[in-house]
């Protein structure tokens, strides 16, 4: 059997089946569960009777104008490094796009980062941030990539609970009451992914006053700021004293149906920029280029265009929420994003064994809540990024699944009715 050499020591190469495997993977590693959501991804994947209402990506192409640009520019040959804060003109038109939008300033020379995705911004932060043994904040329910990131860098997780009667906010006591002496980071992503909630300017009033208080960093993704339906979207680095305490993090994934492309960014003050940057030099490099070039365009030419997927959107929301509480499921109007997150609590399954059911028994695919924290379990979490067609029979297949075969209480007693 071939083997490999490590500090002296003759290891199998194989070692999937050794005893001495657990000495060479991270223990941290060892201990963080595979993503929730992708596994039931899987599960779904190749079986065309499903209906998937579990991944978050836009049914759309991306615009043809947005692909016609990256095809020209791999024609010049234009397929090399990039500067690793990424391409000038995409930093200068991020910028432009973050002032009109959003009223944030930042310099392009400095200020913003090209990234391998959102994802890859939020692990620079938080790896650049945390030393072993800080503290980060991260409301519960939230996106579950956040907390085994934070894990394997060595922090601790203090989850910050939101309630569904106040629409998943975050607010200022609950932040007040998951604070301890190691806390150094807020974790925030509104509108957020899974609940849709989305925080207006004077709901951040007082949570960043708590922050200024508190001297903490603020790691804000926005991946989803275009996709809100009743209000404009707030950061929180727009705050008065916020922006020099915040990473703003996004991309083109969500807002453009880019998801293949991998692109994002990160935009704060030098200092923590320069920080994310000297750790992206040494891993990433530089976000593929044909991917810089396609999102360049899509700021000078495709906002129209998101603003049809975004209306589109705003009339699925309707159409899921509605079919949701005619099912039986309570389900709070989510503001943002593209996910409804209905309780399922009445029905006395967990959340698990209610997703998997669903899948096996009515062929469509959710994410059981409990993967989002303990704040979720109760809830599953349905993507009506998926055409009207699809989120119809999916709601039909629902509806017969919950009168069919869904556990009622009879006299204290759970019994199936079928």
Not at 260 to 267: E, L, M, N, S
Not at 288 to 298: F, L, N
Not at 333 to 354: C, D, N
Request: overall charge negative; some cysteine.
């Amino acid at each position: 059997m071939n083997t490999i050499r490590r500090d002296n020591a003759v290891l199998p190469a194989d070692r999937s089946n050794s005893p001495q495997h657990s000495l060479i993977i991270n223990p941290r590693l060892q201990e963080i569960p595979p993503s929730g959501i992708r596994a039931f991804f899987d599960l779904a994947a190749g079986n065309n009777d499903i209906i998937s209402l579990g991944v978050g990506e836009p049914d759309f192409a991306t615009p043809a104008q947005v692909r016609a640009a990256c095809i020209r520019a791999l024609d010049r040959g234009e397929t090399g490094y990039t500067s690793n804060s990424g391409l000038p003109e995409l930093r200068e038109e991020i910028a432009g796009y973050m002032q009109t939008g959003f009223g944030l300033r930042y310099d392009p020379a400095d200020e913003i980062l090209v990234t391998v995705g959102s994802s890859e911004a939020v692990d620079l932060a938080l790896r650049a941030f945390m030393a072993p043994g800080d503290e980060i904040l991260i409301p519960s329910p939230g996106y579950v990539a956040y907390a085994p990131i934070a894990y394997l860098n060595g922090g601790t997780l203090a989850p910050v609970e939101t309630k569904v009667e106040e629409g998943f906010k975050l607010t200022a006591e609950a932040l007040r009451k998951a604070v301890t002496p190691r806390t150094k980071l807020l974790m925030v992503n509104f509108p957020s992914n899974p609940t849709g909630a989305v925080m207006t300017y004077e709901d951040w009033l007082p949570v960043a006053e708590v922050v200024k208080e508190l001297g903490l960093i603020v790691i804000s993704d926005e991946i989803y700021a275009e996709l809100t339906y009743d209000s404009k979207h707030v950061s929180i680095a727009s705050l008065p004293g916020m922006q020099e305490r915040t990473v703003v993090i996004s991309g083109f994934s969500k807002a453009f149906a880019m998801t293949g492309w991998r692109v994002g960014y990160a935009c704060g003050n030098r200092e923590l920029l320069s920080a994310m940057l000297k750790i992206h030099q040494y891993t990433a490099m530089c976000a593929p280029v044909p991917g810089q070039i396609a999102a360049a365009e899509a700021l000078r030419s495709a906002l129209p265009d998101m603003e049809r997927m975004k209306a589109c959107f705003k009339e699925r929301r309707s159409l899921l929420v509605e079919g949701l509480r005619s099912a039986g499921l309570s389900c709070h109007m989510p503001q943002g994003a593209f996910y409804a997150f209905a309780s399922i609590s009445h029905t006395g399954i967990g959340s698990e064994e209610f997703a998997m059911r669903l899948l096996q028994e009515a062929g469509v695919a959710v994410v059981p809540g409990h993967v989002f924290g303990a704040g979720g379990e109760g809830y599953i979490r349905c993507s009506y990024a998926a055409s009207t067609a699809k989120l119809t029979e999916a709601l039909e297949r629902l509806e017969d699944f919950m009168r069919v075969t869904m556990l009622h209480s009879v006299e204290g007693k759970n019994v199936i009715v079928r």
